[in-house]
Structures are given as structure tokens and as C-alpha cells.
Nanobody, 129 residues
Framework: QVQLVASGGGSVQAGESLRLSCTVSDYHYSSVCMGWFRQAPGKEREGVAATLSGGGRTYYDDSVKGRFTISQDNAKDTLYLQMNSLKIEDTAMYYC??????????????????????RSQGTQVTVSS
């Protein structure tokens, strides 16, 4: 049974940084889509970043391009989201998610992370002025 555990959220001021981590257990495929999505109160889920394992194409939502970086440490089965220059509008519950490349992507391109079948519990990110 695949398990994802997200951590690293917190309360910061605008302009500061946070790094989210997500450990993934018992999910081993040659092609895996993995990523992060977020949900703010009263808003729909929003894909933040996604990547295909093995150095495949990476996707970022326009709202985070240039500020957020998704990366993975295969040795530790961990996915990261480095968030720099945080803005108040980044405040949300953040989730990591994974799926096989077959179910989580189309034509070798990963779908936004909120489309994946397996997801973590949320980790809250709050950015204040």
C-alpha cells in the first residue's frame, strides 16, 4: 500500500522560504509522475508543480514559476518543493501526490498533481505580510 507523508509547512512572512518534503513508500515503477498541489479555503485544488521520474519534463503553474522548484532524491524516496519569495496568495494546504506515468500522464507528459490517485495528508503553509 503506497504511503505518502508530507512535511515542512509552517508560518512565514512574505518573501521568506520554505521547503516541503514528501516521503513515498512502497511505490516503485519505472515511470512515475509526482508533484504537488494546493488548496486554499473556498478555492479549488491547484496544481503547483509536477515532474516525471528519471529527469523527465517538469511542469510549474504560472503563479509559481521562478519561485518554486520541484526535485527528488531517489535514494531517500523523497520529493521536495523548494518555495522561495513566498507571497500571501501562496497560503494554502499543500499536498504531494504520485501516480504511474500511464495513469498520471498523457503522451509522456504528467498531468497536474491533483489528478493523481495517491496523495499525502496536507501540510499547511501560511504566508503573512
Amino acid at each position: 500500500q503506497v504511503q505518502l507523508v508530507a512535511s515542512g509547512g509552517g508560518s512565514v512572512q512574505a518573501g521568506e522560504s520554505l521547503r516541503l518534503s514528501c516521503t513515498v513508500s512502497d511505490y516503485h515503477y519505472s515511470s512515475v509522475c509526482m508533484g504537488w498541489f494546493r488548496q486554499a479555503p473556498g478555492k479549488e485544488r491547484e496544481g503547483v508543480a509536477a515532474t516525471l521520474s528519471g529527469g523527465g519534463r517538469t511542469y510549474y503553474d504560472d503563479s509559481v514559476k521562478g519561485r518554486f522548484t520541484i526535485s527528488q532524491d531517489n535514494a531517500k524516496d523523497t520529493l521536495y518543493l523548494q518555495m522561495n519569495s513566498l507571497k500571501i496568495e501562496d497560503t494554502a494546504m499543500y499536498y504531494c501526490a504520485v501516480d504511474s506515468g500511464y495513469y498520471g500522464g498523457v503522451g509522456g507528459v504528467c498531468l497536474p498533481a491533483q489528478e493523481y490517485r495517491y496523495r499525502s495528508q496536507g501540510t499547511q503553509v501560511t504566508v503573512s505580510s
